[in-house]
């Protein structure tokens, strides 16, 4: 029986979606740039660096770090699946909960560039640990209080989650992921303040978590904006039950909960920003939120080329290392390259939002879709070059004797990086979406049926305007003059391409949207393809600028960056062979068959999975029926 819930129409749905999304452009952005077709290099090069005092402070609590995360027993969080209850107070002990927060409500005041150098080093140990403080920080209370938060809750809020109290960001719902318009958590408005009630699922922290970020419905009436809205909520609030704690194939050391809200009361003063807010407020944060997860990538994609390294030149068969065998060398040079450019991509845009001269919100989203694709990519190939020892678990292989290596937990730990915080899907859409605002702003009221005469009238004019002077602009550029980006020595001629490239995708962007109108929005794949050629580009980008700026110190990086582009450069050509053909409409045609169950015969001469419950879970509103099982984790002896 189906459980599909009547709900809002698509058009209906992209308004919610539209109506969040941030629309002014108050500074210049090398990503926006780059889909129009413009290299702006100006923008990321000379490569940008951190204040002495950011550095030292960052330096600083890395030293202290350092010799912490050596004692952390990642093995065993694995196989307890629990972080240990020591660690959370080490990691308090340390300032480590509080690593982005100024100095004056009790955090460290730590840089992007440093936060996310301090969770690659944490997640190194398990990624469980760098999960923890990334759900913490950059979607919990810290980052939108920070943000958005008046001076009363900056000061209520900020010190206790700097000094060890752990936060958690409740979104999603069990019939609710990316589509907000869908969210059926409400807060109804009481004296005083709200009335909380609905079902949160997959709230990474959410067991042990002391303070909540809701983001809840409060509906229109009179006077009265509604929408959704951001709560700051203590979880030890009457009618709160952590109902479960969920388990994964990855990551098993963190805390994620299905969590119930029964008529929880929440003052008005605990709105965070305003009434209708809240989604506005969610993207903001993850803006640069987005940062953490490519941090953590890079940890493991480090961790997998020094595995590879090793064992490669360790191994031998025919009488040479296996990784003097083309078909594993192959594999060794893609993860040394591609770790190479992902860690310049990941300090990039975290430079880039320390200075605050740029806004980088596709940038980050950029970095957020290639680091989890690239970095599965590094896991899957290590295990592939570890062969039986790649998918046999590190504990089996400590009790034969061996290096205990966990690839196989890596991989399944890297899976999840796909889907966090938007997946690949996901975020091909909302990078998407921006890739073409500029077209949609001229053309907008052409492809709208709801337009009137007029309207698409004048949309015309100002289309033709905006063409006439854009379209000449894609046909030479720099990366045509032979000499052109000579200050980068080698790798000028890689320049040269992305600069041609570059011109190259907006052209295809603009046939795109002459061949497809109004109905581009649902050429998905088209768009996929479109961003991940952007993606590649930025790579590529970053990789050289970052080889330039360190070519005294580490010479290596050009040879690396030099290899990575031409990697690169294969990728993309496939991509643009691809946007033109491909089997797109007849894979649309055929899924809709499937769905109806057209080829269901495929399926027969197994045992098929029990049909003993719901595709989607439901979470109508009311008392929990079940035990709460959230964890209580000792409060931080941290004073504050």
């Known amino acids: 029986m189906s459980t599909t819930k009547t709900g809002p129409t698509e058009r209906e749905a992209r308004k ?38 950011q550095v030292a402070a960052g330096e600083a609590f890395l030293e202290r770090l350092r010799p912490y995360v050596e004692t952390i027993d990642g093995a065993a969080i694995e196989r307890e699946a629990s972080i240990p209850d020591d660690v959370f107070s080490g990691l308090a002990e340390l300032g480590a909960f509080g690593m982005k927060l100024p100095t004056k409500y009790g955090g460290l005041g730590l840089s992007h560039l440093y936060y996310c150098k301090a969770l690659t080093l944490a997640g190194s140990a398990n990624g469980s640990i760098g999960t923890l403080l990334s759900a913490h920080q950059s979607i919990g209370v810290p980052q939108p209080v920070k943000m958005f938060g008046n001076d009363e ?32 958590t409400s807060a109804t408005p009481v004296e005083g303040g709200y009335l909380l009630n609905g079902v949160k699922l997959w709230a990474t922290n959410g067991p042990i978590s002391t303070l909540l970020v809701v983001m809840a419905r409060v509906p229109k009436s009179e006077g009265r904006r509604g929408g959704i809205t951001a709560f700051v909520v203590e979880a030890d609030s009457p009618g709160i039950t952590v109902e479960s704690r969920n388990a994964f194939m990855g990551l098993r050391g ?7 809200f029964h008529d929880v009361f929440v003052p008005e003063a605990n709105v965070l ?97 290639y680091a989890s694709e690239m970095a599965w990519k590094i896991a899957d190939d290590l295990v592939q070059i570890r062969g039986g020892r790649g998918f046999e678990t590190a504990d089996s292989q400590r009790a034969r004797g061996e290096r205990g290596l966990e690839a196989e937990q890596v991989l399944r730990d890297l899976r999840i990086m796909r889907i966090f915080e938007g997946s690949t899907e996901i975020m091909h859409l909302l990078i998407a979406r921006e890739a073409v605002d500029a077209h949609l702003a001229v053309a907008g009221d052409i492809i709208d049926p709801d337009a009137s005469r007029d309207d698409k009238l004048k949309a ?47 052209r295809s962007i603009f046939y795109g949207m002459g061949r497809w109108q109004g109905a581009m929005e649902r050429k998905q794949a088209f768009l996929g393809r479109v961003v991940d050629i952007g993606a590649e580009l930025f790579a590529m980008t970053a990789a050289c600028v970052r080889a330039k700026a360190e070519r005294q110190s580490r010479p290596g990086g050009v040879q690396l960056a030099d290899l990575f582009c031409d990697q690169a450069r294969v990728r993309i050509g496939a991509l643009f062979t691809a946007l033109w053909s491909n089997t797109d409409d007849a894979d649309d045609a055929a899924a809709e068959d499937v769905l109806a169950g057209q080829y269901a015969f495929v399926e027969s001469g197994i045992k098929l999975p029990a049909d003993d419950g719901p595709w989607v879970s439901p979470a109508e509103p009311g008392p929990s029926s079940k035990p709460d099982v959230r964890r209580v984790v000792p409060r931080p002896s941290v004073e504050y």
């Not at 409740?170 to 990316?178: A, F, I």
């Not at 963190?254 to 119930?260: G, P």
Request: proline share 5%; with cysteine; charged share 25%.
């Open 273 to 369: 920003g305003a009434e209708g807010r809240g989604l506005k407020i969610a993207l903001t944060t993850l803006n640069t939120g987005r940062l953490s997860l490519p941090a953590m990538c890079v940890a493991s994609s480090k961790w997998c080329l020094n595995v590879a390294r090793g064992w490669a030149a360790e191994r031998v068969q025919w009488g040479r290392p296996v990784g003097r065998h083309e078909a594993l060398s192959t594999k060794i040079s893609f993860i040394a390259a591609t770790t190479y450019a992902m860690e310049a991509m990941v300090d990039l845009c975290c430079l880039l939002a320390d200075d605050d001269a740029n806004d980088i919100r596709i940038e980050a989203a950029l970095l957020k879709l």
């Open 460 to 506: 015309v004019a100002k289309a033709g305007a905006f063409y006439a002077g854009w379209l000449p602009t894609l046909v030479a550029g720099k990366g045509q003059v032979p000499n052109a980006y000579a200050d980068f020595g080698p790798l000028a001629h890689q320049l040269r391409y992305v600069e041609r490239t570059t011109r190259k995708l907006a």
């Open 16 to 53: 919610v979606a539209e109506a969040a999304r941030e629309t002014e452009w108050t500074k210049p952005s090398f990503g926006k740039e780059l889909f129009l077709g413009r290299l702006r290099l100006d923008l990321v090069d000379p490569w940008p660096s951190n204040s002495p005092e």
């Open 153 to 184: 809750q900056k000061q209520k809020y900020l010190p206790r989650v700097a000094a060890g109290e752990v936060s958690a960001f409740l979104l999603t719902e069990p019939d609710v992921g990316s589509d907000p318009a869908r969210l059926g």
């Open 254 to 260: 963190i805390e994620n909960s299905v969590t119930r």
